[in-house]
């Protein structure tokens, strides 16, 4: 299906080479996942997009983009369509106001229960959707459930919030769809709703099917004896539960980044005081004292991102 990368930092980074030059660079995915690509960054806490119904790998633009990124927050997409038309209104990732998603997934049977799903949606909240995806929808009904708890654009929005109504939005559309597929490799008519969400400090995602791999730390970081940042948790699992960065992917990128994989119903975020929030099906859990890692696939160097 489709490819997720998304970036939180407590300094604005570079994230050329994870989007571009790395030999598995979300460009180079877009070999099989050719129906559009989005990149959003944050600049002064407002997203900046950037869509392309084009192949990745095939437009300049994409090349172009990824090379002025320096942000504390990016979130990138790829594409390969599984609902509605190939079109800009219908790439990832989503905005609206602060808040930005992109999904990797499908919605079983979207046609069938799209009405259904759009009337849980809060009234004002719709006529802000233009396209025609499953991802939109589910996007602006995780949106919903936010605006139930708190102001949509209220500074320093709690994760905790964020995850109960991601929860909520998700067992909405478990309920009409029989539960998302657990299996990666499963048939792309069922029901997968991985995705990233985030308002450019806030950031979580879920795995709903798809795999979502995390990084927070590095074997060894390259910028170590320049970086004014660099703290024991850039290099070791957080002992605090602070972290310095956040990456979330698709596929375990090839670097120095150490790679964590999330179980399906898991979600992970962190908070505007960049503090590592873990959750499994029934809410908080502790952060593991040794996490399962996914070694690198080579020893190149990844920078910042």
């Not at 119903?265 to 960049?274: A, P, Q, S």
């Amino acid at each position: 299906m489709c490819r997720l990368f998304g970036f939180r930092s407590v300094i604005p980074s570079q994230v050329h080479r994870s989007l571009v030059s790395a030999d598995n660079a979300l460009m180079l995915q877009s070999e099989k996942h050719p129906d559009g690509w989005g990149v959003v960054y944050y600049v002064a806490g407002s997203p900046h997009i950037i869509k392309s119904a084009s192949t990745a790998i095939r437009d300049n633009l994409f090349q172009r983009v990824s090379g002025i990124v320096s942000s504390e927050t990016v979130l990138a997409h790829l594409r390969n369509a599984t609902q509605g038309d190939l079109c800009i209104t219908n790439t990832h990732p989503f905005q609206f106001g602060s808040w930005v998603f992109a999904h990797n997934g499908n919605i079983k049977g979207f046609s069938e229960i799209r009405e259904t799903l759009m009337s849980f949606i809060a009234p004002k909240l719709k006529r802000f959707i233009l396209g025609s995806t499953d991802s939109e929808v589910l996007f602006f009904l995780i949106l919903s459930h936010i605006e139930r708890r708190i102001e949509l654009h209220r500074p320093g929005t709690s994760i905790d919030v964020v995850a109960e109504a991601t929860r909520d939005a998700v067992n909405e559309v478990c309920k009409l769809t029989d539960g998302f597929h657990d299996d990666n490799d499963g048939p792309p008519t069922e029901t997968y709703l991985s995705f990233v969400l985030t308002n450019g400090n806030t950031m979580l995602a879920h795995h709903g099917g798809k795999d979502l791999f995390y990084s927070t730390y590095k074997k060894r970081c390259s910028e170590r004896d320049s970086c004014p940042s660099l703290t024991p948790e850039c290099e070791s699992p957080t002992r605090s539960g602070f972290i310095n960065h956040l990456i979330f992917s698709s596929e375990p990128l090839q670097g120095e980044n150490i790679w964590i994989k999330l179980n399906p119903g898991d979600m992970v975020g962190i908070d505007w005081r960049m503090q590592l929030h873990l959750y499994d099906q029934n809410g908080p859990v502790d952060l593991p004292k040794q996490p399962d890692i996914v070694q690198p696939i080579d020893d190149k160097m990844l920078a910042c991102g």
